[in-house]
T-cell receptor
Framework: QQQVKQSPQSLIVQKGGISIINCAYE??????FPWYQQFPGKGPALLIA?????SEKKEGRFTISFNKSAKQFSLHIMDSQPGDSATYFC????????????FGSGTQLTVLP | NAGVTQTPKFQVLKTGQSMTLQCAQD?????MYWYRQDPGMGLRLIYY???????DKGEVPNGYNVSRLNKREFSLRLESAAPSQTSVYFC????????????FGPGTRLTVT
């Protein structure tokens, strides 16, 4: 049972454009929603994370938007750059599960120069 | 600090062979995790260790065993490898407490023929 659904599977954006990746979750006990970035041949690395008490979090060009009532959250990458080309995973966890992460299926982002 | 290290980086096994994947972290983290990554499926949790001396099953534990050797080391064993276990395996660690951030190793690419 996939508890975190991620879309799109792949995304191609021109340099300078906005990249948007969406995730939806089912488990209302989730209370931490991170996004991980993974480059080929490397392990995932935390990019940005949000807790459900806020609707938006911004760090540089990266923004998470969170809609608790719809059980959805999204990653926006402003002014996308070729160096942003990577696979992005959304995830979710709750404090009562030894912080097990449930991951989405991933989005392969390609930013064209 | 080396962070999270994994050995080996690559491994090819024949069906029925056994092997142990090694993971170590030097960040004094309490919790450690083993994930497998398959195309289109994100990362799925195999086993985790919330603290030294404890281990628990994750989403896909069948065919695997783990050992939390000490606070630093968490190994994953395949007793009788099957082609379905062909995957990239990632180890991760987390300090715990108020932090939810997991740090990932570089991965082990395993092929079972």
């Amino acid at each position: 049972q996939q508890q975190v659904k991620q879309s799109p599977q792949s995304l191609i954006v021109q340099k300078g454009g906005i990249s948007i990746i969406n995730c939806a979750y089912e488990n209302t006990a989730f209370d931490y929603f991170p996004w991980y970035q993974q480059f080929p041949g490397k392990g995932p690395a935390l990019l940005i994370a949000i807790r459900p008490d806020v609707s938006e979090k911004k760090e540089g060009r990266f923004t998470i938007s969170f809609n608790k009532s719809a059980k959805q959250f999204s990653l926006h990458i402003m002014d996308s750059q070729p160096g942003d080309s990577a696979t992005y995973f959304c995830a979710a966890t709750d404090s009562g599960s030894a912080r097990q992460l449930t991951f989405g299926s991933g989005t392969q982002l390609t930013v064209l120069p | 600090n080396a962070g999270v290290t994994q050995t080996p980086k690559f491994q090819v096994l024949k069906t029925g062979q056994s092997m142990t994947l090694q993971c170590a972290q030097d960040m004094n983290h309490n919790s450690m995790y083993w994930y497998r990554q398959d195309p289109g499926m994100g990362l799925r949790l195999i086993y985790y260790s919330a603290s030294e001396g404890t281990t628990d099953k994750g989403e896909v534990p069948n065919g695997y065993n783990v050992s939390r050797l000490n606070k630093r080391e968490f190994s994953l064993r395949l007793e009788s490898a099957a082609p379905s276990q062909t995957s990239v395996y990632f180890c991760a660690s987390m300090i715990g407490g108020a932090s939810y951030e997991q740090y990932f190793g570089p991965g082990t690419r395993l092929t079972v023929t």
